[in-house]
């Protein structure tokens, strides 16, 4: 800690345990204790490192355990924007995602899913419901629609693998995608899902993706964690 940086102590407490959690220095489970024990063990006063804590917290880091003290959760995912899926992104990301599969089914495609996919509203569809979580904790709620005789989504390959690599595995090449990013408030089914309190901050994106012929195959309207999960942005200037 550099006490003469006009940086308050806390923040640099809580920036120091925020790397050494991102660079795996501190592993998911970790106990750091109590505040007391945390302050004598820094030298710092126990309101600075409850400041340092709470910030943490709150930024879905660490968690208070009643009788076990303040414990370390996984990092935040943090996802490029790019044609991927979350699947693999966690996957590369050592994550160990899982997926349990709510709904599979053909439904009557409504007119936004038929806009989406350039099929006729009302005509079938295929539609999925997944659970995606990551070391066992719920990350994401996926919602897809796929045009019906594209692909037979099994259900045992959904919760066994992600869903672009099974369109990929049934010769479909995926070229790009149309994609909108948001957020808003956990309903209580979202959020029961999601172990989160209702009215917690979602992030929201719904995307489109084509084929290398032009052709929609697939339309997502996913929720996010916002405590455990980001997307990245690189801008560049325009020349």
Do not use: C
């Not at 990551?134 to 897809?144: F, K």
Request: charged share 25%.
């Amino acid at each position: 800690m550099d006490r003469t940086s006009p940086v308050p102590l806390y923040f640099q407490l809580a920036r120091q345990l925020e790397s050494a959690v991102e660079d795996g220095t501190l592993a998911p489970g970790t106990l750091l204790g109590n505040e007391i024990d945390l302050a004598t063990r820094l030298g710092l006063s126990r309101p600075t490192v409850r400041q340092a804590i709470r910030t943490l917290v709150d930024k879905g880091l660490l968690v208070r355990r009643r009788g076990v003290g303040t414990q370390v959760l996984h990092s935040r995912v943090r996802r490029p924007l790019e044609l991927s899926s979350l699947y693999d992104d966690l996957d590369a990301a050592g994550q160990r995602p899982a997926t349990r599969v709510l709904v599979n089914r053909l439904e009557p495609a409504t007119g936004p899913v038929a806009a989406a996919l350039g099929v006729p509203e009302g005509g079938e569809v295929h539609y999925l419901e997944r659970l995606r979580t990551a070391h066992g904790e719920p990350m994401a709620y996926l919602r897809n629609h796929l045009p019906a005789g594209l692909l037979a989504p099994d259900t045992g390959l959904l919760e066994a693998t992600g869903l672009y690599r099974m369109l990929r595995s049934a010769a479909l090449t995926l070229h790009s995608a149309r994609q909108s990013i948001g957020a808003r408030a956990a309903t209580a089914a979202e959020a029961a899902l999601l172990d989160e309190p209702e009215g917690a901050p979602l992030l929201t994106m719904e995307r489109t993706t084509l084929d290398d012929t032009g052709r929609a195959v697939e339309y997502g309207s996913h929720l996010y964690r916002a405590a455990r999960y980001a997307f990245e942005f690189q801008l560049m200037v325009r020349p």
